[in-house]
């Protein structure tokens, strides 16, 4: 009885021993079999909506804001009048003066912005004829105000646009009637090609000429009070240009615009 116990209990040993060996062996990896339990999963293909837009770089620099160079404008003498009269108002600085504007008063009269190449340099009326004329209808067309065909050629229908140049700013016109004769001969004597008798007279030293209306009043050169001979005011450009600088390696995404 004895020795069957000890048989059984040998071979229970046996099974426990072999068990115990099977359980070690399966728990041991090589390192090949490590590296392969622990690698990253193979990558699959990630699937979104495709979308249309613009790709655009922001590049952000500083730059000094300016206006363009000023330049001073003075009044051309008119035949029409005794002296060069006395300055009565004036824009304040920083005005921006547009077509049509009233820039200054001379003795109370206007001293009107037009657009123009050719300064004013002589009086206007009936029968004259020029590129002068011819900037001052574009002018006044451009005011909405009909001088009848831009050719150059100062006639009724420019005197018309030149009276309503002056009565939209609250102004008299000069008038040539046969109640002031004295000015007809003057006026045609002294004017190459006038021949009119009652007629509007645009006087030399009532109008600048800018080339590129508006403009901005940079500097006052003349205050109330004193004589309107010589620089009365200095103007720019009334637009801002940026003086500025990028890096060269970001100057290849600059674009004008």
Known sequence: ??????????????????????????????????????????????????????????????????????????????????????????ADEATELDLGDVAATVSGRPVFVLSGDVPSYRDLGPGVVGVDVMQLEQSLHDLGLDPGPVDGTYDSQ??????????????????????????????????????????????????????????RLSEVLKEPGVSGEGDLLALTDANIAIDSSVPIESAGLVTKG
Request: a negative charge; zero cysteines.
């Open 1 to 90: 009885m004895k020795r069957n116990r000890l048989v059984a209990v040998v071979m229970t040993s046996m099974v426990v021993a072999a068990g115990a060996g099977w359980l070690a062996g399966s728990q041991i990896q090589s390192p090949a079999e490590a590296a392969a339990q622990t690698a990253a999963p193979v990558p699959s293909p990630i699937l979104v909506p495709a979308e249309m837009r613009e790709l655009s770089t922001d590049i952000i620099t500083r730059g000094v804001g300016r206006f363009g160079s000023p330049h001073t404008v003075s009044l051309a003498p008119s035949a029409l009048k005794p002296d060069r009269g006395i300055v009565t108002s004036i």
């Open 158 to 215: 420019t005197g018309a646009a030149v009276a309503g140049l002056y009565q939209t700013g609250g102004y008299e016109p000069v008038v040539v009637t046969s109640r002031t004769p004295d000015l007809q001969p003057l006026f045609t004597a002294l004017v190459e090609g006038a021949d009119f008798g009652a007629g509007i007279l645009l006087p030399a030293d009532e109008i600048i000429y800018v080339s590129s209306p508006p403009v």
